[in-house]
Nanobody, 124 residues
């Protein structure tokens, strides 16, 4: 079992920045690939970014490429999502997730463990 707890969400103006953190506990964190997803009201959960076990591979949704950066610190059992140049359409609940394989990293069904989510609201 892996427990995930997100933090760092909040209210920010358009153009601003936030850094989300996801702290993991339980089984060895470095065994898991990690992903960030988001879900806006009335919409399906969508892929944002993913990172491999070592951090050597990262992937991004086209909508956030160049603005968001995913990273991880295996010594601290934490994965981060740095979000810059935020837009109102980035408003959503953001979830981190963990998976032992790193196959279809953009599919929520691929992930085994989920955090409770943190709200990000971007005002125009």
């Amino acid at each position: 079992q892996v427990q995930l707890v997100e933090s760092g969400g909040g209210l920010v103006q358009a153009g601003g920045s936030l850094r989300l953190s996801c702290a993991a506990s339980g089984r060895t964190f470095s065994r898991y690939a990690m992903g960030w997803f988001r879900q806006a009201p009335g919409k399906e959960r969508e892929f944002v970014a993913a990172i491999s076990w070592s951090g050597g591979r990262t992937y991004y949704a086209d909508s956030v490429k160049g603005r968001f950066t995913i990273s991880r610190d295996n010594a601290k059992n934490t994965v981060y999502l740095q979000m810059n140049s935020l837009k109102p359409e980035d408003t959503a609940v953001y979830y981190c997730a963990a998976e032992e394989s790193f196959g279809t990293y953009y599919s929520p069904r691929e992930y085994d463990y989920w955090g409770q989510g943190t709200q990000v609201t971007v005002s125009s």
